[in-house]
């Protein structure tokens, strides 16, 4: 077993290999020249997909203007509205969703916190949006319709349903002030409704693909929206930027260097891992970003995810005995936002009095040491990414994380990072089947 630390201001990165899995420095070293090479590879601007590098230099690019402008129109948004709906699907909503699930209470719905963040365009489930709509008729609401393309059915269809519904609820005119556009900067069927309705609209810059769109108004009018600190997310983000650019020595690089390894040796899945329920979105933010960018030419680790320790009592006998498949990559967070210890019972009736005075993240932390080394006695190494608490400065931290390390990755990998052919297959044919002409 290997165990090895890397560090960037708060956040740590851990790797401890199971006993079958220990790598020969040379594999290191090989894996080490080729994670280099694919950084320079976004430096220099020379890989494939080097058109959709934008978001490499969107911490540094953004100016207060910008972010004052989202602010301002966040700020009017929240004061008209009890519901905010974000209407996108994949990269043009997973990411706002990830930060705001992250950070806000985790029953804001039942503590009437205005504005509740509530998501559509994502499912073309009729009773999903007939459920919506019911809370819609009864609170005073306005729409975020964020799509690049501007042409996504899922988010089109339920656009049309709801700026209907806008539009009768309000009347055309205060429908107008209650929607706003996020969309490319000059074409797509998106923009030229905003255009001619005079809504509100943001663009999502041609170099940066929708799941590496986060940083962008994308993500950051939604999560302004929901009351957060863009600012300090940008800021969080930039100086992970300024890590990651300027040393050949990181987190990042020894992320994807171990990924690769994992990789080479047959692991066929990287299960990303955490121990609270409010980072369930990250994850399917994660899964998105890396099953997008690398699966495909027949390649790539399948991402998925389990929160703990509530999967420990489903997924955790597969992960603990089934079939040798996996590595993971677990989010450890160090410190709550909040406090809370068992207290003393007198009769000790429960039996728990051996935890009295124990805060509950204490307790989650042993589930969490005892859950890693229960897995590498079963052949499950170990990749473990630490902040110090969930804020805006982490996420927008672990955000760039994520996003440069998946880059470096794909390269390594030897495909194109940033463009997903595969999605257009299921399109093909359901609008074939629907009669589109
Ligand atoms: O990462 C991507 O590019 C995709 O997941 C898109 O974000 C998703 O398909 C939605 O596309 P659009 O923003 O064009 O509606």
Not at 118 to 130: F, P, R
Not at 181 to 202: H, M, P, Q, R
Not at 314 to 326: F, H, P, V
């Amino acid at each position: 077993m290997q165990h090895k630390s890397l560090k960037i201001k708060e956040m740590k990165l851990y790797i401890e290999y199971s006993n079958k899995d220990i790598p020969k420095s040379e594999d290191i070293k090989t894996l080490t020249a080729q994670a280099l090479q694919a950084k320079q590879t976004i430096i220099n601007r020379s890989g494939n997909g080097n058109d959709f590098l934008g978001w490499v230099d969107l911490p540094e690019q953004i100016t207060t203007q910008e972010l004052n402008d989202i602010n301002s129109v966040a700020k009017t948004l929240r004061k008209k509205s009890d519901v905010f709906v974000v209407a996108g699907i994949g990269g043009s909503y997973l990411g706002a969703r990830a930060v705001i699930e992250a950070l806000k209470n985790n029953f804001d719905y039942a503590l009437n916190t205005t504005p509740l963040v509530l998501y559509a365009g994502n499912t073309m489930c009729e009773d999903y949006l007939s459920d919506l709509m019911q809370v819609l008729d009864k609170r005073d609401y306005s729409l975020c319709v964020i799509s690049k393309s501007g042409t996504t059915t899922e988010t089109a269809v339920t656009f049309r349903i709801l700026r209907n519904h806008l539009e009768q609820k309000y009347g055309k005119q205060e429908a107008k002030q209650r929607i706003v556009a996020i969309t490319d900067k000059e074409k797509g069927i998106l923009k030229n409704i905003a255009d001619k309705e005079g809504y509100k609209t943001y663009v999502i810059p041609d170099n940066v693909g929708g799941r590496f769109s986060v940083l962008t108004p994308v993500g950051l009018l939604p999560i302004a929206v929901a009351g957060f600190d863009i600012t300090t997310l940008i800021n969080g983000a930039r100086q992970m930027r300024n890590e990651l650019i300027n040393h050949d020595t990181s987190i990042a690089l020894d992320y994807a260097i171990n990924r690769k390894y994992f990789y080479n040796i047959g692991k066929q899945i990287e299960l990303l891992v955490n121990y609270q329920p409010n980072l369930v979105y990250f994850n399917e933010w994660f899964k998105q970003l890396f099953g997008e960018s690398e699966g495909k030419d027949n390649k790539g680790l399948f991402p998925a995810s389990v929160s703990n320790t509530t999967d420990l009592h489903s997924m955790g006998q597969y992960i603990q005995q089934g079939k040798r498949l996996m590595f993971e990559t677990v989010l450890h967070v160090e410190n709550s936002n909040n406090h809370l210890s068992i207290p003393q019972q007198q009769d000790d009736d429960d039996k728990l009095n051996y935890l009295t005075n124990f805060s509950l993240t204490q307790i989650n932390h042993k589930a969490e040491e005892g859950t890693r080394m229960a897995h590498l006695d079963g052949d499950v190494s170990q990749i473990q990414l630490s902040i110090d608490k969930l804020d805006e400065e982490n996420l927008g931290a672990l955000i760039y994380f994520f996003e440069f390390s998946c880059a470096i990755s794909g390269y390594m990998l030897g495909i194109n990072p940033f463009d997903q052919p595969g999605v257009e297959f299921y399109k093909k044919n359901m609008f074939a089947l629907l009669g589109k002409k």
